[in-house]
Every structure is written in structure tokens, then in C-alpha cells.
């Protein structure tokens, strides 16, 4: 089945770490996008990506760092320069055919 | 990009029509509105879109005013499992598609009463 694989569904940080969110999608979606969710907040936009190779920011960039060297693929970083990383992390995806925008199931990130 | 404003929150008794708000007055003539609802802790399902006419599928129907600076999302008949946080966005055309930034507000988390 086509869709959407975020990973790991955990994940734990320490001080002065950086860490790597996974986002791959076989749904052959050109654009990806990265959202941070903190309790009881809606989503806000870190990363967006439209095509390989090329990527933007979105409102929250800062501590953050992406890569599109795959269509499929589209790794977060969360750098040591994110003072407050605990957050729940979604990953999105659309195709320039296809009207609707397909989510993974996250990735919890919690700081040690 | 256009804005959308939603209540913070609402409540429907369980078996009632829900009617969810959403204001988009700064919308341009090539955006559409989505709405997307939230369960804890998962991913945003999708759930309808429109342009300019209602819209029904067999989750929901959508309303959109004729000035299409705002819509209501209905729930027929809400159930328990409808409880969620619902999101209403403003997208461009597909034709516009290659630079779309995709935001989201804080959405409306609806309550459903037994």
C-alpha cells in the first residue's frame, strides 16, 4: 500500500545532540513538508520541499536543518541549536496531480 | 498567503448535525478551502474541499458562502469517534502548484457529548 512512513514513532535526545527524523513516502508526491506540533497547538510549518534538491523554510526553521537528495525521501534534523525540541513531528506529502496532503503518523521527540 | 480563523473549540451532542466555522476572508479567486480533522496523537486525514459550491462526500458536506470569505464544515450525524481537532486551510490551484507554502492554523477541537 502507498503511503507515508515516518520513523522511529519515539525518539529521545540528549543535550547537545542532533537527531534525524525520518519521512519517506512511496507515493511518488513531489512536494514534502515538515510540521511541529506542541501540546494543544496546531501544526507549524519548519520545511518544505517541492521537487529534489531544492528546499525551503517555513515560519519555524530555526534549529532545524532538511535534505531532498530522494523524491521518496525527506530527512529532518533537529541540530543542537533547537533549544526546545520536545514536540510531536509530522511529516506531509503531495503530488502535483493529486489534491489532497497525506501525513505520516509522527514521531514524538523528547529531550533527556 | 490567506489566513483562516476558527473557534477554538465546540461541543455537538452525539447523534446532532455538528457545525464547524471557519472564517477565510482574505481568499484569493484560485484558492480552495480544505478541512482536515486531527485525532490525538495521529496524523490529519483529509476530509473534503471546495471552491466555490457545496461540497458533500460521505464524511462530510461543505458550505461555502457566495463571497467565499467563509465556510462551515458539517458532521451529519457526529459520532463519538468525530471527537478530534478539525483544520480549515486555504490552498491554490493546482495550476499554481511549485512553490506552495502549506500552513495551518490551530483549529477548532470539537467535543462530542454522549
Known amino acids: 500500500d502507498g503511503g507515508i512512513t515516518q520513523s522511529p514513532k519515539y525518539l529521545f535526545r540528549k543535550e547537545g545532540q542532533n537527531v534525524t527524523l525520518s519521512c519517506e513516502q512511496n507515493?511518488?508526491?513531489?512536494?514534502m513538508y515538515w510540521y511541529r506540533q506542541d501540546p494543544g497547538q496546531g501544526l507549524r510549518l519548519i520545511y518544505y520541499?517541492?521537487?529534489?534538491?531544492?528546499?525551503q523554510k517555513g515560519d519555524i526553521a530555526e534549529g532545524y536543518s532538511v535534505s531532498r537528495e530522494k523524491k521518496e525521501s525527506f530527512p529532518l534534523t533537529v541540530t543542537s541549536a533547537q533549544k526546545n525540541p520536545t514536540a510531536f513531528y509530522l511529516c506531509?506529502?503531495?503530488?502535483?496531480?493529486?489534491?489532497?496532503?497525506?501525513f505520516g503518523s509522527g514521531t514524538q521527540l523528547s529531550v533527556l | 498567503d490567506a489566513k483562516t480563523t476558527q473557534p477554538p473549540s465546540m461541543d455537538c451532542a452525539e447523534g446532532r448535525a455538528a457545525n464547524l466555522p471557519c472564517n477565510h476572508s482574505?481568499?484569493?479567486?484560485?484558492?480552495?478551502v480544505y478541512w482536515y480533522r486531527q485525532i490525538h496523537s495521529q496524523g490529519p486525514q483529509y476530509i473534503i474541499h471546495?471552491?466555490?459550491n457545496n461540497e458533500t462526500n460521505e464524511m462530510a458536506s461543505l458550505i461555502i458562502t457566495e463571497d467565499r470569505k467563509s465556510s462551515t464544515l458539517i458532521l451529519p450525524h457526529a459520532t463519538l469517534r468525530d471527537t478530534a481537532v478539525y483544520y480549515c486551510?486555504?490552498?491554490?490551484?493546482?495550476?499554481?502548484?511549485?512553490?506552495?507554502?502549506?500552513?495551518f492554523g490551530t483549529g477548532t477541537r470539537l467535543t462530542i457529548i454522549p
Open positions: 506531509a506529502s503531495i503530488g502535483s496531480t493529486n489534491e489532497k496532503l497525506f
Open positions: 471546495g471552491l466555490k
Open positions: 486551510i486555504v490552498r491554490a490551484h493546482l495550476s499554481n502548484f511549485g512553490n506552495e507554502k502549506l500552513t
Open positions: 507515493l511518488n508526491h513531489d512536494a
Open positions: 482574505t481568499i484569493s479567486g484560485n484558492e480552495y
Open positions: 520541499s517541492q521537487i529534489v534538491n531544492d528546499f
